[in-house]
């Protein structure tokens, strides 16, 4: 456990360097990304441009401007260079929306993924599991964007059952929180739904005929222990460790587009925003929150997994 | 003989499977009995249906593309067309079994314990978990497996092979079955330790006046701890004997085959071993008449013909076979050199 | 196989050694460490092996799973580098040869192996699994086709089979295929990793019979590799049984069952039931307990002393040596079994001892002929 610990701990913060030195350099050598000239807005002259330039630290080599950045990136203090706001309490603002989004789409994907796939499983080639079948291969094919668009449309602006967009604190109204949240909920899980059902159908359907699903028949358990207790319970260990990776990826920046379509101010939209504008002190912060959090929840995953699995060691 | 008399009494069972390619017949005919604390081996190749058959007797063949003709009967009771519900009882609690691969006959995610005692609690509703922990660590003790009360805390992975194989017996032992079916059991094993399984099995068979039944390719294991042998190839009984008569007095030329391909550990056998020629039938389209004619270089125009498994002999009517050969040739055709076998007298063309 | 008996110890014939396997050592480190990996322990898959074989001659080695056998078998055909020691095929040192230099050298030596259903490739027809071998030897093209259809024959496959794949034989045929692929560059020698272990009875004995007749037609060598010691038995000439990477002892085939010296072999021995229930019967039987220890930590001295009936004082400290019997077998044992007082004089330290084995040979004690 120590090592798994020391070994993830220094991988974590191995890629989080790797990830802040690549983004950094990105941002050097795209074309018109010197960050003076927007600065300093359209009208600028040369010399004003050259002050911004000296005052930013824009003149000095790029190691030591990555060392800045990166030293106010730690202690908290960097600001965007756009609106001059500190990226700290905007990330502040925006994680609980991005949050509500991943968390509650997480849930959603890998319950009705579980159920699906079972079914599936249980009434595989038969009308049922055909039925969920062409229902899931339409919602991987499905993208969010058009899905997203087509829900606002038709149930929010049309219909108006649910409110088509924007975003309200869980704190101040948790029901309305979780009608707005509704519909981006299900945009975002549909496409891992499809997925997910898929492999546990495949995954049940493999287990089955494992040698240890028959020696549980053969000790007399009934079909309903033998399938949970044995089947499910051994086809989920590929599940679990899989939605910790899909779900981290979510929360670093893959929900993007469904923000963007319900208008969500999340931590997506942000990152959006900062790569338009070519703003290297939010966008660095994003990826390595990102970074943090798919190796984190890696590391909770592989917990997760030795303990589903006694085969598995840490 | 009335039904009811035998421990278990299998008689003319069918087990087809409908697959892509046509019907599979995976036991097209199969009949023997069991009586108590006799060990019955099943000898057969791959595809021969001897897993098949073993299996359907515990119902774990039954799938939307099986089908099943005659009966099973265990003390009278029908098993072919017993209810899940009667099934789940008869499994691991009349009958029990212990299968070939030890490696992944234990779910890999439940501590030993627990597994055993899964199967004690399906069968005794009264007893309390503690007390079935306790009859698994006093089963664990008695297949010996060391220091039972710790490991009944492990899970299958930390235990080797043997040891495994040794938890398997203990789990079929939990409610004392009237019949024990161990389906190749030790093939997964190494011969030390194959050796302690059979010595365990031997044990068992005294101690419990079980009925076992062994299926198995191993002619070896069979002469080890068989009373009787039901051969079959192809999906059928070719003949049914006790094991002397079987081993030193074959009647069926697939038997011979068999005797006469087998390396010998403690003999010289240089030279070129007298094999049965050709490969086994497809199921889906098997030869008219006697499966085996194909192979047989004593196949003549009568084995068009099914031959009847019936006795032949006149001192020994509980040794029958299939075949159309009278007594007095088999005799003749069954001698290749010093030994019993099938004589082939050109080059094998596979 | 008849071919080579006169292959055993007889200085008379003078046998070639083809190949020779020089103390070999094939350690896997156990690696483990907080941040960086450090070696924590070691297997010792294969420990210290001396082993010759000659031309024309079948070397059989048993013994059981782990006990090294499959990992001397590809350090061999150098899968895997030795930790130590040297392997000589005719004459030259192949031990860190690269793969330039071992091309011939593979060319000469093939091996078959245990799952012929893995070793195929399924995507390619019969056809172009053996004209590989024969192309990347220099057969002209025109002539790969015939030489084809040629081993196919030799294997006792029809020609026709040509375009068929691999999944489209039973198990036995497809054994065959991995024959006719070995053969096709005409080794000298082949290794046979259990060969026929996944084969059925009556398809084992075929393929035992096809693997003789191609000995006696092609002059080939075969190292023998199977834990099935009736069928080690009945294909070679002298056997050598492994215990935990350690060879045990080594003797002709006809011999070991009569007079097997290690405890180790004895107990291999009386655990293969005989498919002869009057024999069976007959027969005393000792069932050795316990199983094999961790070849991670092997035990000191004689490794096979913690299941041994026999182990006294000295097998637990001292590593007993190979030790030379006037027949030329080789046993390593401090008590060993079947041995006359007048043998016991006469015999020697082989120079195929482990290098950690003791000077110490067995004593004339009062041996029961169990």
Same mark, same amino acid.
Request: glycine residues 8%.
């Given at each position: 456990m120590?090592?798994?610990?020391?070994?993830?701990?220094?991988?974590?913060?191995?890629?989080?360097?790797?990830i802040?030195?690549l983004?950094?350099?990105?941002?050097?050598?795209?074309?018109?990304?010197?960050?003076?000239?927007?600065?300093?807005?359209?009208?600028?002259s040369?010399?004003?441009?050259?002050?911004?330039?000296?005052?930013?630290?824009?003149?000095?080599?790029?190691?030591?401007?990555y060392?800045?950045?990166?030293?106010?990136?730690?202690?908290?203090?960097?600001?965007s260079?756009?609106?001059?706001?500190?990226?700290?309490?905007?990330?502040r603002?925006?994680?609980?929306?991005?949050?509500?989004?991943?968390?509650?789409?997480?849930?959603?994907w890998?319950?009705?993924?579980?159920?699906?796939?079972?079914?599936?499983?249980?009434?595989?080639?038969?009308?049922?599991?055909?039925?969920?079948?062409?229902?899931?291969?339409?919602?991987?094919?499905?993208?969010?964007?058009?899905?997203?668009?087509?829900?606002?449309?038709y149930?929010?602006?049309?219909a108006?059952?649910?409110?088509?967009?924007?975003?309200?604190?869980?704190?101040?109204?948790?029901?309305q929180?979780?009608?707005?949240?509704?519909?981006?909920?299900?945009a975002?899980?549909?496409?891992?739904?499809?997925?997910?059902?898929?492999?546990?159908?495949?995954?049940?359907?493999?287990t089955?005929?494992?040698?240890?699903?028959r020696?549980?028949?053969?000790k007399?358990?009934?079909?309903?222990?033998?399938?949970?207790r044995?089947?499910?319970?051994?086809?989920?260990?590929?599940?679990?460790?899989?939605?910790?990776?899909?779900?981290?990826s979510?929360?670093?920046?893959?929900?993007?587009?469904?923000?963007?379509?319900?208008?969500?101010?999340?931590?997506?939209?942000?990152?959006?925003?900062?790569?338009?504008?070519?703003?290297?002190?939010?966008?660095?912060?994003?990826?390595?929150?990102?970074?943090?959090?798919?190796?984190?929840?890696?590391?909770?995953?592989?917990?997760?997994?030795?303990?589903?699995?006694?085969?598995?060691?840490? | 003989?009335?039904?009811?008399?035998?421990l278990?009494e299998?008689?003319?069972l069918?087990?087809?499977?409908?697959?892509?390619?046509?019907?599979?017949r995976?036991?097209?005919?199969?009949?023997?009995?069991?009586?108590?604390g006799?060990?019955?081996?099943i000898?057969?190749?791959?595809?021969?249906?001897k897993?098949?058959?073993?299996?359907?007797?515990?119902?774990?063949?039954?799938?939307?593309?099986?089908?099943?003709?005659?009966?099973?009967?265990?003390?009278?009771?029908e098993l072919?067309?017993?209810?899940?519900?009667?099934?789940?009882?008869?499994?691991g609690?009349?009958?029990?079994?212990?299968?070939?691969?030890?490696?992944?006959?234990?779910?890999?995610?439940?501590?030993?314990?627990?597994?055993?005692?899964?199967?004690?609690?399906?069968?005794?509703?009264?007893?309390?978990?503690s007390e079935?922990?306790?009859?698994?660590i006093?089963?664990?003790?008695?297949?010996?497996?060391?220091?039972?009360?710790?490991?009944?805390?492990?899970?299958?992975?930390?235990f080797?092979?043997?040891?495994?194989?040794?938890v398997?017996?203990?789990?079929?032992l939990?409610?004392?079955?009237?019949?024990?079916?161990?389906?190749?059991?030790?093939?997964?094993?190494?011969?030390?330790i194959?050796?302690q399984?059979?010595?365990?099995?031997?044990?068992?068979?005294?101690?419990?006046?079980?009925?076992?039944?062994l299926?198995?390719?191993?002619?070896?294991?069979?002469?080890?701890?068989?009373?009787?042998?039901?051969?079959?190839?192809?999906?059928?009984?070719v003949?049914?004997?006790?094991?002397?008569?079987?081993?030193?007095?074959?009647?069926?030329?697939y038997?011979?085959?068999?005797?006469?391909?087998?390396?010998?550990?403690?003999?010289?056998?240089?030279?070129?071993?007298?094999?049965?020629?050709?490969?086994?039938?497809?199921?889906?389209?098997?030869?008219?008449g006697c499966?085996?004619?194909?192979r047989?270089?004593?196949?003549?125009?009568?084995?068009?013909?099914?031959?009847?498994?019936?006795?032949?002999?006149?001192?020994?009517?509980?040794h029958?076979?299939?075949?159309?050969?009278?007594?007095?040739?088999?005799?003749?055709?069954?001698?290749?050199?010093?030994?019993?076998?099938?004589?082939?007298?050109?080059?094998?063309?596979? | 196989?008849?071919?080579?008996?006169?292959?055993?110890?007889?200085?008379?014939?003078?046998?070639?050694?083809l190949?020779?396997?020089?103390?070999?050592?094939?350690?896997?480190?156990?690696?483990?460490?907080?941040?960086?990996?450090?070696?924590?322990?070691?297997?010792?898959?294969?420990?210290?092996?001396?082993?010759?074989?000659?031309?024309?001659e079948?070397?059989?080695?048993?013994?059981?799973?782990?006990?090294?056998?499959?990992?001397?078998i590809r350090?061999?055909?150098?899968?895997?580098?030795?930790?130590?020691?040297?392997?000589?095929?005719r004459g030259?040192?192949?031990?860190? $040869? =690269? @793969?330039?230099q071992?091309?011939? %050298? *593979?060319?000469?030596?093939q091996? &078959?192996?245990?799952? #012929?259903?893995?070793?195929?490739?399924?995507?390619?027809?019969?056809?172009?699994?053996?004209?590989?071998?024969?192309?990347?030897?220099?057969? $002209? =093209? @025109?002539?790969?086709?015939?030489? %084809? *259809?040629?081993?196919?024959?030799? &294997?006792?496959?029809? #020609?026709?089979?040509?375009?068929?794949?691999?999944?489209?034989?039973?198990?036995?045929?497809?054994?065959?295929?991995?024959?006719?692929r070995a053969?096709?560059?005409?080794?000298?020698?082949?290794?046979?990793?259990?060969?026929?272990?996944?084969?059925?009875?009556?398809?084992?004995?075929?393929?035992?019979?096809?693997?003789?007749?191609?000995?006696?037609?092609?002059?080939?060598?075969?190292?023998?590799?199977a834990?099935?010691?009736?069928?080690?038995?009945?294909?070679?000439?002298?056997?050598?049984?492994?215990?935990?990477?350690?060879?045990?002892?080594?003797?002709?085939?006809?011999?070991?069952?009569?007079?097997?010296?290690?405890?180790?072999?004895?107990?291999l021995?009386?655990?293969?039931?005989?498919?002869?229930?009057?024999?069976?019967r007959?027969?005393?039987?000792?069932?050795?307990?316990?199983?094999?220890?961790?070849?991670?930590?092997?035990?000191?001295?004689?490794?096979?002393?913690?299941?041994c009936?026999?182990?006294?004082d000295?097998?637990?400290?001292?590593?007993?040596?190979?030790?030379?019997?006037?027949?030329?077998?080789?046993?390593?044992?401090?008590?060993?079994?079947?041995?006359?007082?007048d043998?016991?004089?006469?015999?020697s330290?082989?120079?195929?001892?482990?290098?950690?084995a003791g000077?110490?040979?067995?004593?004339?004690?009062?041996?029961?002929?169990?």
């Open positions: 120590a090592r798994f610990a020391v070994r993830r701990l220094a991988s974590m913060v191995a890629v989080m360097f790797a802040s030195i983004t950094f350099l990105l941002f050097q050598v795209l074309p018109n990304s010197d960050p003076s000239t927007r600065l300093a807005g359209r009208t600028a040369p010399t004003q441009i050259a002050k911004i330039r000296s005052d930013w630290g824009f003149d000095k080599p790029i190691y030591v401007q060392i800045k950045t990166m030293g106010k990136i730690l202690n908290g203090t960097v600001t260079y756009q609106q001059q706001l500190p990226v700290e309490d905007q990330i603002q925006d994680l609980p929306t991005t949050l509500s989004l991943a968390i509650g789409a997480g849930v959603i890998l319950a009705l993924g579980i159920l699906f796939g079972v079914l599936s499983a249980w009434r595989a080639g038969r009308w049922l599991d055909r039925g969920l079948t062409v229902l899931s291969l339409v919602g991987v094919s499905m993208p969010v964007f058009f899905l997203g668009a087509v829900l606002s449309y149930i929010g602006d049309k108006r059952i649910l409110p088509a967009g924007d975003y309200v604190a869980l704190t101040s109204d948790p029901w929180w979780f009608k707005h949240m509704l519909m981006p909920w299900f975002l899980s549909v496409l891992f739904i499809g997925v997910y059902s898929r492999i546990l159908r495949s995954t049940i359907l493999d089955i005929n494992d040698d240890y699903v020696t549980a028949r053969a007399g358990l009934s079909e309903r222990q033998v399938m949970i044995h089947v499910l319970r051994n086809s989920l260990i590929p599940i679990v460790s899989l939605w910790g990776l899909d779900f981290a979510v929360l670093g920046g893959g929900a993007i587009l469904t923000e963007t379509v319900f208008n969500l101010h999340g931590v997506g939209q942000y990152a959006a925003q900062s790569v338009e504008g070519l703003d290297i002190p939010p966008v660095l912060v994003i990826t390595m929150f990102g970074a943090f959090a798919v190796v984190l929840l890696s590391a909770v995953v592989d917990i997760v997994y030795a303990a589903l699995d006694p085969r598995i060691r840490l | 003989m009335s039904p009811g008399a035998h278990l299998v008689s003319n069918k087990v087809s499977f409908q697959t892509e390619e046509g019907v599979v995976a036991v097209d005919g199969v009949s023997f009995a069991l009586e108590q006799e060990v019955v081996a000898v057969g190749e791959s595809g021969s249906g897993s098949v058959t073993a299996m359907t007797l515990l119902g774990l063949t039954r799938s939307p593309n099986a089908s099943f003709e005659g009966s099973a009967q265990l003390e009278g009771k072919i067309t017993a209810s899940e519900e009667q099934l789940r009882e008869i499994r609690g009349e009958i029990a079994m212990i299968f070939q691969d030890p490696m992944s006959s234990l779910d890999p995610v439940y501590r030993i314990g627990s597994q055993i005692v899964e199967q004690i609690v399906a069968h005794d509703f009264q007893v309390s978990k079935a922990m306790e009859r698994a006093a089963l664990m003790d008695r297949v010996g497996i060391p220091r039972a009360r710790e490991r009944v805390r492990s899970y299958p992975h930390e080797s092979g043997g040891m495994r194989q040794r398997m017996i203990a789990m079929a939990s409610c004392s079955p009237k019949v024990l079916i161990a389906d190749e059991p030790t093939t997964a094993l190494d011969v030390t194959q050796a399984i059979l010595d365990e099995l031997r044990t068992l068979r005294k101690e419990t006046d079980a009925g076992i039944i299926v198995t390719h191993d002619l070896g294991v069979v002469a080890d701890i068989a009373d009787r042998i039901v051969v079959m190839y192809a999906g059928r009984v003949e049914q004997g006790t094991l002397d008569e079987i081993f030193y007095n074959p009647q069926h030329p038997t011979w085959g068999l005797l006469g391909s087998i390396t010998r550990v403690d003999r010289d056998t240089t030279g070129l071993l007298p094999s049965i020629p050709g490969t086994p039938p497809s199921l889906v389209s098997p030869p008219a499966h085996f004619r194909p047989c270089p004593h196949a003549f125009d009568r084995c068009t013909d099914v031959p009847a498994l019936e006795a032949h002999l006149p001192e020994t009517p509980q029958v076979d299939r075949c159309w050969l009278s007594a007095m040739q088999k005799r003749d055709l069954r001698q290749v050199g010093d030994r019993i076998g099938l004589a082939a007298d050109e080059p094998v063309i596979a | 196989m008849s071919v080579a008996s006169a292959a055993g110890a007889s200085a008379a014939s003078a046998p070639t050694p190949l020779e396997v020089d103390h070999v050592k094939v350690y896997f480190p156990i690696k483990s460490g907080l941040l960086i990996d450090r070696t924590v322990g070691r297997v010792h898959a294969v420990d210290d092996v001396t082993l010759t074989l000659y031309e024309g079948t070397l059989g080695i048993v013994g059981e799973s782990g006990c090294g056998k499959t990992t001397l350090t061999l055909i150098r899968l895997l580098a030795p930790t130590e020691g040297t392997i000589r095929f030259s040192d192949i031990t860190s $040869a =690269r @793969r330039k071992l091309t011939p %050298v *593979r060319q000469q030596m091996m &078959v192996f245990q799952d #012929p259903q893995a070793s195929l490739n399924p995507r390619k027809r019969v056809a172009q699994i053996l004209a590989t071998p024969l192309i990347l030897k220099g057969v $002209a =093209r @025109r002539d790969v086709e015939p030489r %084809v *259809r040629e081993l196919l024959k030799r &294997v006792g496959l029809h #020609p026709e089979h040509l375009n068929r794949f691999p999944h489209e034989f039973s198990g036995g045929q497809r054994q065959r295929i991995g024959i006719a053969l096709a560059v005409e080794p000298r020698l082949i290794l046979l990793d259990e060969p026929v272990s996944a084969l059925d009875v009556s398809i084992q004995a075929q393929v035992i019979n096809l693997l003789e007749e191609l000995q006696q037609q092609f002059g080939l060598s075969y190292l023998f590799v834990h099935d010691l009736s069928v080690v038995r009945h294909v070679s000439d002298r056997i050598a049984v492994m215990y935990l990477g350690k060879v045990m002892e080594l003797s002709r085939s006809q011999e070991l069952y009569a007079k097997p010296h290690h405890p180790y072999t004895a107990a021995l009386s655990a293969i039931p005989i498919p002869d229930p009057r024999e069976n007959a027969r005393e039987r000792e069932v050795v307990g316990g199983e094999p220890p961790s070849a991670i930590d092997p035990p000191s001295g004689c490794r096979f002393h913690t299941r009936p026999r182990a006294t000295i097998c637990r400290s001292i590593e007993p040596p190979l030790t030379e019997y006037a027949n030329g077998q080789l046993a390593a044992c401090h008590h060993p079994l079947n041995v006359g007082a043998e016991l004089r006469t015999a330290r082989s120079e195929t001892s482990p290098h950690s000077q110490e040979l067995p004593e004339a004690e009062p041996v029961t002929a169990s």
